[in-house]
């Protein structure tokens, strides 16, 4: 629910969201500061999630990252539920709380709905099989043949076991899920090679569950992200697909630009493109830009769509670079803003002031992501023109290779590197290379 500006005043979930909604508007029924909120409100937008689950986790993502000032009773950690790993016990438990008393916990959350949380434990177990009885017993119970506990309070070799799962879902409810697969996969292979093919067996499909987990908790994240981009700056739609743009040179020389796009937060690499500046001499970034911008806007069509919004590395001259180029193709209508790396302010074709975002919100990390992955592919091409610019130079100085054989070197080979290490026979294949001039080239360049 958002209020004058598209200020988020409050984030909530529902499985009928007309139900939901029409409860905020009972009249005289309604709490007094239910009818302040809706009061304030001019605006409803809404998320579609496939489970209770997926709704949980992005209604705390949203109100963590915005902090609305009608959720007021989730800043109290002692009023919702929280996940506790009871790491004062012998063999921790994950449990439910709603206070953090013991100081030997780790705790994680909090949360906004107890009943969905219960069936996030629930599915967690089969990943993390860990004890959940209070009192520990002298035999394993159900849940060890459920294979939902590995058993220490009867076998000495699975407390160990259950120590390093212990662990690990410590590193997931922290985040660290990557690291959790790579201690998942190295151990899976360890027992493999020593033939322990049941134990092996295990840490797969353990492996497997958490790969469907995370991959699931990964289009959460980014529709979260980009949710969370359409509010923050005011766009009437999400931006399904994005576009970063930068520009590589060394003072001006061998200049050429990238432009990366991302659908619904992932790298659609065919719709990547670079550029060699050509118009553009000396140094003059804002000129770049405008550009290869310009330059991108005429592949647009067909295959080649436009795109929902333009991320321009840069602070506020590189961003008025780009909108200058965009007015003058009448394609102002397209959002740009920029995002200068120090600060990592982010500059809007709206405002003049530049808009700070917390460093843990989802929206700054996917624009990190599309300037930066901009950055390498721009950087990436920048070495490779000037590499070839060195064979190039390096092939002139040897007696014998005129520009036709040159010519055929590079359109063989393309690269320093692959003419290195060709072998002189794959050089005296090429047209007007003799077995000698091979040996000789080979020389010149391992040893120049």
């Not at 705390?60 to 000032?69: E, G, H, M, T, V």
């Not at 201690?183 to 292979?189: G, S």
């Not at 719709?271 to 140094?283: D, E, K, L, P």
């Not at 590499?387 to 520009?403: F, H, N, Q, T, Y």
């Amino acid at each position: 629910m958002k209020g004058e500006g598209g200020a988020v005043l409050y984030v909530g979930k529902a499985a009928s969201l007309r139900k939901r909604v029409a409860s905020y508007f009972a009249g005289r029924l309604a709490h007094p500061r239910t009818r302040s909120l809706v009061q304030r409100i001019r605006r409803i937008a809404y998320l579609v999630t496939r489970s209770e689950i997926e709704a949980l986790l992005l209604e705390a993502n949203f109100i963590r990252d915005l902090k609305p000032p009608y959720n007021v009773e989730l800043k109290d950690d002692k009023s919702y539920p929280m996940l506790k790993l009871t790491m004062g016990e012998e063999f921790p438990r994950l449990v439910i709380t709603r206070n953090r008393s013991d100081r030997k916990a780790f705790y994680y959350g909090p949360y906004t709905d107890v009943k969905t949380l219960r069936q996030a434990v629930s599915y967690l177990k089969r990943i993390f099989p860990i004890r959940s009885c209070r009192t520990l017993p002298k035999t394993v119970c159900l849940e060890y043949h459920l294979k939902q506990c590995v058993g220490p309070c009867e076998f000495a070799g699975a407390r160990e076991v259950h120590r390093r799962i212990v662990k690990e879902l410590d590193l997931f409810l922290r985040g660290e899920s990557r690291e959790v697969m790579r201690e998942l996969e190295a151990r899976m292979r360890l027992m493999a090679s020593r033939l322990e093919f049941e134990e092996a067996s295990r840490l797969r499909d353990r492996l497997r569950a958490l790969e469907d987990m995370l991959g699931q908790t990964r289009m959460l994240d980014l529709g979260s992200a980009l949710e969370e981009l359409r509010l923050h700056l005011g766009l009437a739609e999400i931006p399904h697909r994005i576009h970063g743009f930068d520009i590589s040179n060394i003072q001006g020389r061998a200049a050429v630009g990238s432009r990366v796009s991302f659908l619904d937060g992932l790298a659609e690499k065919d719709q990547y493109r670079r550029f060699r500046v050509r118009t553009v001499a000396g140094i003059d970034d804002y000129a770049m830009i405008q550009e290869i911008v310009g330059r991108s806007l005429e592949t647009h069509g067909g295959a080649d769509p436009f795109p929902d919004l333009i991320l321009i590395d840069g602070g506020l001259g590189h961003l008025n670079a780009a909108r200058k180029v965009l007015a003058e193709r009448h394609r102002e209508k397209i959002p740009a803003i920029s995002l200068a790396k120090e600060e990592e302010e982010i500059y809007r074709w709206n405002l003049s002031q530049p808009l700070r975002l917390p460093r843990r919100s989802r929206a700054l990390r996917l624009l990190q992501q599309v300037r930066d992955e901009a950055h390498r592919f721009a950087v990436s091409y920048h070495k490779n023109l000037r590499a070839k610019a060195m064979v190039a130079s390096r092939l002139d100085d040897i007696r014998g290779v005129g520009p036709a054989i040159k010519k055929r070197l590079m359109q063989r080979f393309g690269d320093v590197q692959a003419i290195q290490r060709a072998s002189p026979g794959e050089l005296a294949g090429v047209e007007g290379v003799s077995a000698r001039l091979a040996e000789t080239i080979l020389e010149m360049l391992r040893t120049g």
